[in-house]
């Protein structure tokens, strides 16, 4: 006579707890409760992208886009390229009001999105946006960071035919800004690696494992089929 043993499985019961239970019944564990596996947490550091090269200067004088861009050449507004040339001009002029211009230097195909500071204060030193200097042009100045160096865009452009002559100088008050706070970045970040190996220096390996409670032991025959 064949005898068939069935497990009875209650309908509120998750389907490892029948595992679980059955594995009990036959003196057995199932595989992934025999150990657990405790790993030491890993430092993280999150290092931000430095906003600048170690040597913004050297790149400045030595990169060949910065020498052709450090000679004047010939610049134009580039905004609204499909409309119409009178609407072009009024955007243009309401553009540079508001703050921002879209211009490109012509030799090198070079776009920029320039943004200053369009507010006339008559105690500043040079404006940043300047319709009054000369009749029928506006001078535009603007700093910004290119390629990892600090340059400033100064030039003008013709109200009418929307271009004229610009360049890009190295800003070096700005750029002496930036090396201090790149210092800065890089000491805290090396300051925080020596910390963390101090820390981990005398910490178990990672690998350690930290066995369970040990279950009954191995049942001989073979196993009962889940």
């Keep these: 006579m064949n005898l068939r043993i069935e497990l009875l499985r209650d309908p509120n019961m998750h389907h490892h707890q029948n595992l679980g239970d059955a594995a009990a019944l036959t003196g057995m564990m199932p595989p992934y409760e025999t150990m657990a596996l405790y790993e030491q947490p890993k430092p993280r550091f999150i290092f931000k992208m430095p906003r600048v090269v170690p040597n913004q200067k050297s790149k400045y004088e030595l990169d060949e886009l910065f020498r052709r861009l450090s000679r004047e050449s010939e610049v134009r507004y580039t905004g609204y390229r499909g409309r119409a ?68 865009f100064r030039g ?40 963390s190996k101090r820390i981990y220096a005398h910490t178990p390996p990672q690998d350690t494992i930290r066995r369970g409670p040990p279950g009954p032991g191995p049942v001989t025959g073979p196993p009962m089929g889940w």
């Design 85 to 152: 040339i009178d609407e072009r001009r009024m955007r243009f002029v309401t553009d540079c009001r508001k703050g921002y211009a879209e211009l490109s230097f012509v030799p090198t195909g070079t776009n920029l999105q320039l943004y200053f500071n369009a507010n006339h204060n008559p105690y500043a030193q040079e404006q940043e946006c300047d319709f009054d200097k000369e009749r029928g042009k506006v001078h535009l100045r603007s700093s910004f960071i290119m390629n990892g160096v600090c340059v400033r």
């Design 156 to 195: 003008w452009l013709d109200l009418e035919r929307l271009d004229g002559v610009a360049c890009l100088d190295f800003d070096q008050a700005r750029a002496q800004q930036e090396d201090a706070q790149l210092s800065e970045q890089i000491e805290s970040y090396n300051q925080r690696m020596a910390d």
